[in-house]
């Protein structure tokens, strides 16, 4: 509510046509609170939302963490099964929806013992309900419930579960409090120098701890966010052009559509940044977007749902050091550990690990997982006082699995991902090397590299590549992928054990899953099923080399 009483009038969000001043969402986000209560919502209840992104979406999270309820944000692209496995697993008591989406989870009720109370948007009560499924109240009843009072809420209460897609088993839930939230926002909204002039696309899903950001530092800063559900590049260039987008965030596959589409004028002349997340960011594609926007400025993120962000890298640093993911954000401590849990020199290769208020409180209702990855910080690296040194109070740090190295001025530089790391001839292989290889050729539009398993290598290295797309004004109508140049590029550019084995050719986008990120476990999966004879040169070379180298406010406050 902070936002609302500096300035009740000013624009907070978008929606379609419709802005809602932040008096205006503040006032929904009350009434829906109190509709929670007085539904027997118990403090640290979850309350799950699958929808699009709107209003009521928006309005609900916010109300779940202002009546002191727990939020599961859902990704809208997830399929029923997936839905049905998020709320069996987070226990949602309630679930908001729409009339048509709440239909395809017929099949599920049975499965749902805990949900016991549908919301849905729209004022009518859809009629024919299966026998089982939770009783309906629409949206509009909801927010015009009698007032109740509200649970009391403090800083270190669970606010938000947010579901990762992992790299291996079912998604698992991210547990985030009020203080994770507000210092989260705080420290974004800082680096990014958000002020209230800002509006905010918000294209990334609002299930993806980067998607909900774009509302937290928005309503942190006094901004204004737009909300977008788009379907092509020219959705958001669109939406960026009619709407004076000052500030977007979004993951690497997206920018590379963006920078082969054609920007209306006006664009460059109102973005002040863009960001990146999830992935690393081409340079080919960071060059493009500077030209398409030369006055904006590029910050390159790299974060984890287990702690909000991790580091960026400032704009004035990427033409110095384009291949590092930055430093530390504020707020935030990451060390690099070798597996003894002492600290790695210079340029030595080690797990990221991160400290500090935005470490999130664990994976819900899975302590074995927690305390694989949620651990104590070794002797001697914790910040505290030596007499905080006890037993009953450890501080607690993140063990990202991710591989880093830290040069001499402290920035520091992404390996790989330990459960992506390709294991060849006796190597590990990160697969983001490889892919910036390849990039660097200028002969694709967009790549992946994974291991496939092999009998005499472990694994071989393959890479998904497609078609480049042509640039705006080529009167060429498409082109051509020359593989056998690819490869030789690679051959001069890597060591034979990382050459790729094969590529495989898509003329259309790489899959992405639910956050926009490329799928790396389907196109393994897809090309663990077909065998690729054309390139085994390129195994043979492999298995020739030298293998001896062997805050204290609730995170509704925000608004």
């Not at 009020?178 to 800082?190: I, K, L, P």
């Not at 078609?467 to 498409?478: H, N, Q, R």
């Amino acid at each position: 509510m902070q936002a609302a009483e500096r300035d009740p009038h000013a624009p907070a969000l978008t929606a379609g046509a419709r802005t809602w001043s932040y008096a205006e969402l503040a006032e929904l986000v009350r009434r829906a609170a109190g509709g929670l209560v007085h539904q027997s919502v118990a403090r640290g209840d979850r309350v799950a939302v699958w929808l699009d992104k709107r209003v009521e979406t928006v309005a609900l999270c916010f109300a779940a963490a202002q009546a002191g309820a727990v939020f599961v944000p859902i990704n809208p692209l997830l399929k029923p099964q997936q839905v049905a496995h998020i709320l069996r697993d987070s226990g949602a008591v309630v679930l908001l929806t729409t009339p048509e989406r709440v239909a395809l989870l017929d099949a599920q009720w049975g499965t749902l013992p805990a949900l016991r109370q549908l919301l849905l948007t729209g004022a009518e009560v859809p009629q024919g309900r299966p026998a089982g499924a939770p009783p309906v109240v629409p949206w509009a009843e909801l927010v015009e419930s009698p007032m109740p009072a509200l649970h009391r809420v403090i800083d270190s209460d669970a606010t938000a579960i947010l579901y990762t897609s992992g790299s291996t088993g079912a998604p698992k839930g991210v547990v985030l409090s009020h203080r994770n939230m507000v210092v989260g926002a705080c420290s974004v909204a800082g680096y990014l120098d958000n002020c209230p002039a800002d509006s905010l696309l918000a294209v990334l899903p609002l299930s993806f701890d980067a998607g909900f950001s774009q509302l937290t530092t928005a309503f942190r800063a006094g901004a204004r966010v737009v909300l977008l559900n788009h379907l092509l590049p020219r959705d958001v260039l669109q939406a960026m052009e009619r709407e004076r987008i000052t500030g977007l965030t979004a993951v690497p596959p997206l920018y590379q559509q963006l920078a082969q589409s054609e920007w209306p004028h006006a664009v460059g002349g109102h973005l002040r940044y863009f960001a990146s997340t999830g992935g690393r960011m081409p340079p080919q594609t960071l060059a493009a977007l500077r030209r398409l926007a030369p006055r904006a400025r590029p910050f390159l993120m790299y974060g984890l749902t287990e702690a909000f962000r991790s580091t960026y890298l400032p704009p004035e640093e990427v033409d110095r050091r384009p291949q590092s993911i930055g430093r530390a954000i504020p707020d935030a401590q990451v060390l690099v550990l070798r597996e003894d849990g002492s600290e790695c020199g210079v340029d030595e290769p080690g797990e990221l690990v991160h400290c500090g208020p935005l470490v999130a409180q664990g994976y819900w209702g899975d302590a074995e997982k927690t305390a694989e990855r949620f651990r104590p910080l070794p002797a001697g690296l914790s910040g505290r006082a030596a007499g905080l040194q006890v037993p009953t109070l450890p501080e607690l740090a993140v063990f990202s699995g991710d591989t880093v190295r830290r040069d001499a001025a402290g920035f520091l530089y992404f390996v790989g991902r330990r459960d992506e790391m390709i294991k060849t001839s006796g190597y590990r292989v990160s697969p983001h090397e490889v892919e910036a290889v390849v990039q660097a050729s200028g002969l694709v539009g967009e790549c992946a590299a994974f291991g496939v398993d092999d009998a005499a290598l472990g694994q071989t290295i393959h890479v998904a590549v497609t078609v480049p797309v042509p640039v705006p004004g080529d009167p060429a109508a498409a082109r051509s992928l020359d593989t056998a140049a690819l490869l030789n590029w690679c051959r001069s550019q890597l060591p034979a054990y990382m050459v790729p084995a094969s590529f495989s050719v898509q003329t259309e986008a790489l899959p992405r899953n639910p956050n926009g990120k490329i799928d790396r476990k389907l196109l393994s999966s897809q090309a663990g099923s077909q065998s690729d004879p054309s390139h085994d040169h390129a195994k043979a070379a492999a298995s020739g080399s030298d293998l001896s180298a062997s805050a204290s406010s609730a995170a509704s406050g925000l608004i």
